[in-house]
């Protein structure tokens, strides 16, 4: 069985479970995280205290991004104690109406996580093309009293040398600089500009890329 993975927010009910009867504990999120990354690679883990209706207790929502990761950890964990004194149930969201249409692109660094994933940290590379101030001040911003602001266009290629699979994305990043007459704050903006511009060219060149995972019974 084949499951094509896409670099964006997991969104699908399949990927996502619900987690009940948790026991209030610190470091909730922390022991789920412990225990179902065993089955996958997580996106969140997300643990909530019930409603006053529901009684005492909490209850998580977990995204995997691959819905059979999601199905095993579901079958191995429903009716277990785990890391608390009473059994907890897990069970595959079926529903989530209202943000199933919306599908959104993963950072950077989800990007580049799931890659290392599914691909080994060698399996994949990236190269800046281009790093291109496009701040464009003009007298016109000043006379108005505008802040100067710090544009920087980037383009980003990323290979998958053992596929042979090349992909470029661009980024734009943008900033005001707060205090235009201290050096060190324009910088220190440029670099974070810089910076942001890599990110979105980096998660832009995955977008266009799609992992096909094989899962065996």
Not at 18 to 23: A, P, Y
Not at 48 to 70: Q, R, T
Request: proline letters at 3%; one cysteine or more.
């Amino acid at each position: 069985m084949a499951e094509v993975l896409e670099f964006r927010v997991p969104a699908g009910s399949a990927q996502t479970l619900l987690v009940w009867g948790l026991e209030p504990e610190p470091g909730l999120e922390h022991s789920l995280f412990s225990v179902f990354s065993k089955f996958g690679l997580l996106y969140s883990v997300r643990a909530h205290s019930n409603a006053a209706v529901a009684g005492p207790g909490c209850y998580a929502i977990i995204k995997f991004y691959s819905a059979a990761d999601a199905s095993r950890a579901q079958h191995a964990c429903n009716g277990q104690r785990l890391f608390q004194n009473s059994p907890m149930k897990v069970c595959v969201c079926t529903k989530q109406k209202g943000f199933q249409q919306q599908v959104l692109a993963l950072n950077s660094n989800k990007c580049q996580e799931l890659a290392n994933h599914y691909l080994g940290f060698n399996g994949w590379s990236s190269r800046i093309i281009t790093l291109q101030n496009v701040s464009g001040f003009d007298d016109e911003n000043e006379e108005l009293g505008k802040k100067r602001s710090v544009r920087y266009l980037c383009a980003v290629e990323v290979m998958l040398p053992n596929h042979g699979v090349h992909s470029r994305g661009v980024g734009l990043g943008e900033a005001d600089v707060e205090n235009g007459e201290d050096p060190l704050d324009f910088v220190t903006t440029t670099r974070r500009v810089q910076k942001l511009a890599v990110g979105k060219a980096l998660s832009s060149a995955f977008q266009k890329i799609l992992l096909v995972v094989l899962a065996f019974r």
